[in-house]
């Protein structure tokens, strides 16, 4: 069956860095553009970055520019989220999510704190 599984976040301080995996099973990841997105308490599920092909073009949300690289490895079927510089905005469950035409997946969500 299709799976997203999220994996390395965590509580890091102020200016650190994190990177987030999601592992992808079950359809052919390669054909599916693929986005990261983030929900923090009290707010809606907002995009934070997005790519097509690898080594094509990424988008990112304005508050993570410069900060966050998306990047995908399909012979691995891993899709990837370096989280540099970190803010306490950055504070937020972040989801991988997979979509092709009708079909749309959703990872579990990984947390990630920024605090001191």
């Known amino acids: 069956q299709v799976q997203l599984v999220e994996s390395g976040g965590g509580l890091v301080q102020p200016g650190g860095s994190l990177r987030l995996s999601c592992a992808a099973s079950?359809?052919?990841?390669?054909?599916?553009?693929m986005r990261w997105y983030r929900q923090a308490p009290g707010k809606e599920r907002a995009l934070v970055a997005g790519m097509l092909l690898p080594g094509g073009r990424r988008d990112y949300a304005d508050s993570v520019k410069g900060r966050f690289t998306i990047s995908r490895d399909n012979a691995k079927n891993i899709l990837y989220l370096q989280m540099n510089d970190l803010k306490p905005d950055d504070t937020a469950v972040y989801y991988c999510?997979?979509?092709?035409?009708?079909?749309?997946?959703w990872g579990q969500g990984t947390q990630v704190t920024v605090s001191s």
């Open positions: 999510n997979a979509i092709y035409g009708n079909l749309n997946y």
């Open positions: 079950g359809f052919t990841f390669s054909r599916f553009t």
